[in-house]
């Protein structure tokens, strides 16, 4: 270890505060009262987004304390509380800095959350006890080193974020121009194409029967479609609920609004699954752009089938000229599909470079 660093016990230069249970009764989201962090779903990327209050606080954290998720399914995430009092409940710690740097401490705590995950444990709950944060041996640094190491840190962390940012961007804008590319070429009056209602645009598929959520497998002969946002929701084994396509149809969500193009055999998942197959005038592929061009309003949990049926879609008379277009734009898609890719391994180059960093500062090997 580097020279004037010494090993000891987290809870030495901390304090911890333990949060407590609000009842559903006393908090609100109209924003009555303080702040309400009940877990890492309340966690941003770096600071908590308020969506509750409560007029009743137990426990506080206040501006600076980072928040630790000690107990439930996120045991380790952090976020930093930066603006204002909040009130926390008992999936939360709020680590206080008591003589160390508290952006030290800040990139420590982040540092240690796969080890604080580690640690979990419970039947029902997972969690981890306030000894298993107060008793984490840490590297300390003299107070002059920390803020040298956070300046490091923060400077090289700030370029990784730009680096994400980029990539974002890059794959959103890819992602709007298949939109815009999508409703322009599909939009009315096209020449001299044709029209329909979505209504009367496709014929109903028979569905043997439709497998609740809680039944699906994690693994199986055949693939399980439904209105979910993954493209594959589960499996299946049983062939006398498989919806055999000859032809590809697309599945439309009818809470969801999400579009599925299908071309293979597949069982259909749970209630609001919609099984459309073009009619013999319209190319599956295209058929399934066209569809992704109407501006369906969302309309939360609610049916949206009813909706979709009134709207109208426009299509070329001969097939040629359809396949040609839904060629083009799956062109496109495939592209962004390559830039998504992208964007994952550079973002786990970007995590696993950033844990390099944290381990290199933590032994002293910063310079």
Request: glycine residues 8%; charged residues 25%; neutral net charge.
């Amino acid at each position: 270890m580097k020279v004037g660093w010494e090993v000891r016990p987290l809870g030495d230069f901390i304090e911890l505060i333990s949060g407590q249970h609000i009842d559903a009764v006393d908090y609100n989201i109209d924003g009555h009262g303080v702040g309400y962090i009940t877990g890492p779903s309340d966690f941003g990327r770096d600071e908590p987004l308020i969506s509750k209050w409560t007029e009743k606080p137990k426990r506080f954290a206040d501006p600076g304390d980072i928040l630790l998720t000690v107990k439930g399914s996120g045991v380790g995430k952090i976020n930093r509380l930066r603006r204002g009092r909040v009130a926390i409940s008992r999936q939360i710690m709020a680590v206080r800095a008591k003589g160390i740097d508290a952006d030290f401490l800040h990139l420590l705590l982040g540092a240690h959350g796969a080890h604080f995950a580690s640690l979990a444990n419970g039947a029902a709950i997972p969690g981890i006890s306030r000894e298993h944060v107060t008793n984490l041996q840490i590297p300390l640094p003299p107070m002059d080193e920390q803020t040298r190491i956070v300046a490091i840190l923060d400077e090289a962390f700030a370029g990784l974020s730009r680096a994400r940012a980029n990539a974002e961007a890059n794959l959103a804008d890819a992602r709007k121009l298949l939109e815009v590319t999508i409703a322009e070429r599909l939009k009315s009056g096209n020449g001299d194409w044709q029209q329909c209602l979505v209504e009367n645009s496709y014929r109903r598929t028979k569905i043997p029967s439709k497998v609740q959520c809680k039944d699906y497998l994690s693994e199986g002969r055949y693939p399980i479609v439904s209105q979910e946002a993954d493209f594959i929701s589960g499996y299946w084994e049983d062939d006398a609920d498989l919806v055999r396509v000859e032809r590809p149809i697309v599945v439309f969500g009818d809470h969801t609004r999400h579009l599925k193009y299908i071309d293979f055999d597949f069982v259909v998942g749970a209630d609001g699954t919609q099984l459309l197959a073009p009619i013999s005038q319209i190319e599956p592929k295209f058929y399934y752009y066209a569809l992704r061009s109407i501006p369906l309003a969302g309309k939360g949990y609610a049916r949206h089938f009813s909706h979709l049926k009134k709207e109208t879609i426009w299509f070329p008379a001969d097939l040629a000229s359809q396949r040609a277009i839904a060629d083009t734009l799956e062109e496109i898609e495939v592209h962004i599909a390559d830039l998504a890719r992208a964007y994952i391994a550079q973002s786990g180059s970007i995590n696993s470079l950033r844990q390099s960093l944290l381990q290199k500062a933590f032994s002293g090997e910063l310079t």
